[in-house]
């Protein structure tokens, strides 16, 4: 086991690793075609591609099922990239039916090779959405295919809450949605890289699927020694939903959009919280969450130790959601893995030093 400080004065950049320097923006990388989006795999030859469902698109390119009037209230260009580059496949997935799977795909930006580039799917936290990784995909291209999935009752998939309010989700069933994306869309084995909740997401499936479709686990900022919702899992229906419409409210998300970063002055913005709530304006939400809340939530902390596969983890020296102190444990509890510091950062690398992350990866 190791641990590596990595300081934000460290200037780690793609050329440096002997690929492609600059300014790969992701305008460039991520490339929706028009009017009927396509999956990148086909592109660069790794399979055939499922089939994605064409979406109806506005006049400036953004899915036409997110309402437009939110969607105009926001200024970061990352972000309305990542949107107009928003591809949706269709799953079929144990448990749940077809559900209409929200994601992103940079193709590798890296230099040619024999072999099939690593591929890395990224795992958002809870309530939260691909648009968290909005300025780290292009940056994490010159490794590897790069894929950000909503998996169901997150972001902007839908797997049928606003037709059936009442039916069951929980960390099964996301489990068998990840398996069903892995297999039909990236098609081989993965990286996975879970942030906060998405860590959890991460080692339960690699608990499973470790060696089958998952090979390597990056954890950055992870949730793992936090077992379970607590009693709002037992709280009556509508405390649940009265409990996730708050999470919707301006306060809270202000609130914790500055808990989240170290450098709260430039990152902690009205357009910030603006991002990170335009999901929950969708049909379904509620319902996806209280279902979520009612399973019970992840518990993980047992099947750490199970773990195999060379893991990375990865934290913010500055997080104020969940202690850094929490780095400690899991180097206590995996098997075969190395520390890396990230300075002057909070919960957030991806979108706080996304630089960073890459080096540490």
């Known amino acids: 086991m190791a641990s590596v400080n990595i300081s934000t004065s460290q200037r780690v950049g793609c050329a440096a690793r002997g690929r492609p320097s600059g300014k790969l923006g992701i305008r460039w990388l991520l490339r929706p075609s028009r009017g009927h989006p396509t999956l990148c795999a086909a592109q660069s030859g790794l399979g055939a591609a499922v089939a994605t469902i064409p979406l109806e698109r506005t006049a400036d390119g953004f899915p036409a099922f997110i309402p437009k009037e939110f969607v105009d209230e926001i200024a970061e260009p990352a972000c309305l990239d990542v949107l107009r580059s928003m591809q949706m496949a ?47 995909i292009s940056k994490l291209a010159p490794l590897g295919d790069v894929y950000a999935v909503d998996l169901a009752g997150w972001g902007f998939t839908d797997c049928g809450f606003a037709e059936n309010a009442n039916q069951s989700l929980g960390p099964q069933q996301k ?112 319902d996806a ?24 983890v990865v934290w913010g020296r500055n997080d104020e959601i969940l202690d850094p102190s929490n780095a400690d444990k899991f180097m206590e509890v995996l098997g075969d893995a190395r520390l890396v510091w990230i300075d002057e950062c909070g919960h957030v690398p991806a979108l706080e030093q996304p630089d960073q992350l890459v080096a540490a990866i």
């Open 90 to 136: 269709e799953l079929q997935v144990e448990g749940l039916g077809i559900v209409k799977t929200a994601y992103v795909h940079a193709p590798y930006a890296g230099p040619a090779s024999d072999t099939a580039p690593p591929a890395f799917v990224l795992l958002h936290g809870f309530d939260s959405s691909m648009l968290e990784f909005r300025r780290f």
């Open 175 to 286: 489990r068998e949605h990840l398996k069903s994306f892995i297999q039909n869309v990236v098609q081989r084995q993965v990286t996975l890289l879970g942030t906060s909740l998405g860590g959890s997401v991460a080692i339960d499936f690699a608990s499973v699927y470790q060696g089958v479709h998952v090979d390597r686990l990056v954890l950055v900022d992870a949730q793992g020694f936090i077992d379970g919702i607590g009693p709002m899992s037992m709280a009556p229906r509508f405390l649940s939903v009265l409990g996730v419409q708050v999470l919707k409210s301006v306060g809270l998300r202000q609130m914790a959009n500055k808990m989240a970063y170290y450098d709260k002055k430039r990152y902690a913005t009205d357009d910030a919280m603006r991002i990170g709530r335009l999901h929950t304006h969708l049909d379904g939400w509620v």
């Open 289 to 312: 969450n209280v279902a979520f809340m009612k399973s019970g939530g992840y518990s993980v902390s047992d099947k750490m130790q199970g773990l195999e596969l060379p893991c990375c």
